[in-house]
């Protein structure tokens, strides 16, 4: 597995190239219009706190599993995203609907020449040195998880992850979450980068109404990383589940313009755990169940680096 993460001078591999699985999807603006007027209207010198409620825990890094010598360096990292501690929160809190289409929306970040982190198309092609992040945001309250496979190979979930949050994997819906985590206190662990060895990663992002029951989180995950080799690898009837839904047509909008740095009210809600108003940026790219009681979204995203 190429996934390397940039620490203890190890490099991450990763990639570009989004291909989703989905056949005949259309390329509608009211998918893109549905996803975002599920965020909350904030007025001018409006005094709603749009923190999100749900559990968190701190996003820092803990040693639950690091006991366990066979675990691969690339879990504790290679999804850091964004979860915060909400803990405190008062006033109105967001809360989407819960008959809506779950929905995602996601952008690709590239570190450019001064640091700033901005837009990137992800058709693009990546070479050895490129640093990019990926930014999520659902229109549901969930859960998230992410697998991982190389060229075909065995799949491996590389989130929840049992040194982050617990290995809880709750999301809060409009609440952005980075892959990595840019306020890590370490630097090194900001960015994917880009390595010398060509390879073709596979990313499965799936995002639930409901715990999937099969699947180990929170305390569960940690102690079977205490006493087994992590990433867990899920069983095949499960990863038989996750491919089909890669499958399921969906409606999708992709935007064409690009470049665009990411603004200091993205950082503070992916920081803070905040939700997103209407006035944000949207994501570059907006995927959506066609039906309301479709209970799992997921995204096959391809990444390639040349």
Not at 86 to 105: D, E, F, K, R
Not at 193 to 213: G, K, Q, S
Not at 268 to 288: C, F, Q, Y
Request: with cysteine; aromatic share 8%; hydrophobic share 35%.
């Amino acid at each position: 597995m190429r996934f390397k993460l940039f620490l203890l001078l190890l490099s991450i591999t990763l990639v570009s190239s989004v291909l989703v699985f989905a056949q005949n999807q259309p390329q509608d603006e009211d998918v893109r219009g549905a996803f975002l007027s599920t965020r909350v209207t904030v007025s001018t010198g409006s005094s709603e706190n749009r923190t999100s409620s749900r559990r968190r825990s701190s996003r820092r890094r803990t040693s639950s599993a690091s006991s366990n010598s066979n675990r691969r360096q690339t879990t504790s990292a290679g999804v850091s995203t964004g979860l915060v501690d909400n803990s405190t929160s008062s006033g109105q809190v967001h809360s989407s609907a819960s008959n809506a289409p779950i929905g995602l929306g996601y952008s690709f970040f590239i570190r450019d020449q001064g640091g700033q982190a901005v837009r990137v198309d992800p058709a693009r092609e990546f070479h050895a040195g490129d640093r990019i992040r990926l930014s999520l945001e659902t229109n549901v309250d969930g859960y998230l998880y992410v697998f991982h496979t190389e060229n075909g190979g065995t799949p491996e979930m590389i989130y929840p992850d049992a040194q982050l949050d617990e290995g809880h994997n709750e999301v809060d819906a409009h609440v952005p979450y980075e892959i990595p985590w840019s306020a890590e206190e370490d630097e090194r662990f900001h960015w994917f980068v880009f390595d010398n060895n060509p390879a073709t990663e596979r990313l499965y992002i799936v995002i639930t109404r409901e715990p999937i029951p099969t699947v180990p989180t929170g305390e569960a995950l940690v102690s079977y990383c205490r006493s087994n080799h992590c990433p867990w690898q899920p069983v095949p009837q499960v990863w038989a589940q996750v491919k089909a839904g890669a499958e399921a047509r969906v409606g999708e909008n992709k935007t064409t313009v690009y470049g665009q740095a990411q603004t200091s009210g993205e950082r503070e809600a992916t920081t803070r755990g905040m939700g997103l108003d209407r006035t944000a940026p949207a994501p570059s790219i907006v995927r959506m169940n066609v039906t309301s009681n479709a209970p799992v979204l997921v995204t096959a995203i391809d990444l390639i680096h040349r």
